[in-house]
């Protein structure tokens, strides 16, 4: 295992480059790609960086940055190599967007060799726990919406390394610079990066330099599936030139699996990935809950995988909100009651003498349950529609229908709650007014 960890290190530091050559760079640890989805989608994400993980990829993709953000990441590496990260975005409105983030990258414990006064091998003594620690901060704006600049934006980041190896702790800086351009065509975007200007102090060493251009175009499949196509190309000084291609399908704004091929040089090979997010609400703030996992083949060196958790406060344009709708009596008076992992909803209704539905909240609710007062006599459809507090032009999804028959006050007798049977509706592209298919089930995503 520790020729692995050895021959991981010569790996990481080899290539025939087109400027400086094999092991002519420091910070090293700046070549392992950080992100779970950018590893799923072998490693192409300059044309599309449309998340936290923009930082380490293009910082351009920062200024898409519209809600706080913060992702943990642990990176089972190759030859018992471990590598965390922890980093936050946060929007300073038409400032941009701004990140920063820590990385520490453990190589484990590898052997301390000895040289006679001849310079050669002359037997081992003890142990060497080589490691790096990165501390990255970036900012991303789009330009002023004037002739359409808006559709390009740019971004910056300043990368510290520190490197502790058996011979001391050497320190670096680092710059990188990027643009993102959103073209005419919907749903293609290109993207290009300068990586890692700068050198490390004590070894005579520059950064591991390196230019990127990429594209992304993404397309609906279908009403509830989305698909994007990724391509990187990456020059480098001290590996070869490589192209990187993946692929994203999500599926009802829930589940994305992720696939692609990075090129160039022996950690290069098939990637594969998943992604899962999941709103929930917590202290009154809708939260969005996302889950990242990625692994990547490396030839002769095996596999690494990424895990990667990240919290989103608001902003999610969508997400598949699942729960019940019932209708009950308390204290004598008819009640709805939304069961579900929404942060709040509106109440749709259907008259008895109507096709459509009509929204009868003026606001979202912060209670999940609605009385159901002043009625005439007949028989009525409802609906909830989960809603967003961040966004009041909310498109989600709606629970199915149920329907009740109500009997005005003063009538001879009340009538019972009748949820209709039938299918579950799907979910409606929105909460105005639609024909429903009667149901009392679960929603449906």
Known sequence: MRAVRLALLAALCSGAGWAGGPGTTGGVGLKIPAGARPTGTGGAFVGLADDLNALFWNPA?????????????????????????????????????????????NYGSLPRTREDVNGLYDGLFGTASPQDVFVTGGWGRALPP?????????????????????????????????????????????????????????????MPLGWVLGGSYAAPLGRDFRGTALLDTRLSVDTTAQANLGAEVEAFDMLMVRAGWRGGGALGGLTLGLGVKYPVTWMEKSLLILFDYGIAASGELGSSQRFQLTTRI????KA?????????????????????????????????????????????????????????????????????????????????EIEVDIQAE?????????????????????????????????AAP
């Open 314 to 317: 608001g902003g999610h344009k």
């Open 146 to 206: 004037l002739f359409g600049l808006d559709r390009l934006s740019g971004g910056a980041s300043a990368k510290l390394t520190f490197q502790h190896l058996s011979g001391g702790t050497y320190a670096g800086i680092g710059v990188s610079g990027g643009a993102l351009w959103d073209a005419p065509v919907p749903g293609l975007r290109l993207g290009t990066v300068v990586d890692n200007l700068g050198g490390v102090a004590g070894i005579g060493k520059g």
């Open 61 to 105: 993709g920062l200024a898409t940055v519209s809600k706080p953000e913060a992702s943990v990441m642990h990176v089972q590496y190759l030859a018992d190599t471990n590598y965390e990260v922890l980093a936050y975005a946060h929007p300073l409105g038409v400032l941009g967007g701004v990140a920063g983030a820590v990385n520490l990258l």
């Open 410 to 442: 003063g009538a001879s007798a009340p009538a019972p709650l009748a949820p209709a049977p039938g299918p579950a509706e799907a979910p409606a592209a929105s909460p105005a007014a639609a024909p429903a298919a009667p149901s009392a089930s679960p």
């Open 320 to 400: 598949a909100y699942l729960g019940t709708l019932r209708a009950g009596r308390e204290s004598g008076d008819l009640v709805l009651t939304w069961e579900g992992s929404g942060p709040a909803w509106d109440v749709l209704m259907r008259r008895p003498d109507e096709i459509g539905y009509t929204k009868i909240t003026d606001r979202p609710l912060t209670s999940p349950k609605y009385p159901l007062i002043g009625l005439a006599t007949g028989r009525y459809g409802f609906k909830v529609a989960a809603v967003d507090p961040f966004l009041p032009d909310w498109k989600g999804p709606v629970s199915p």
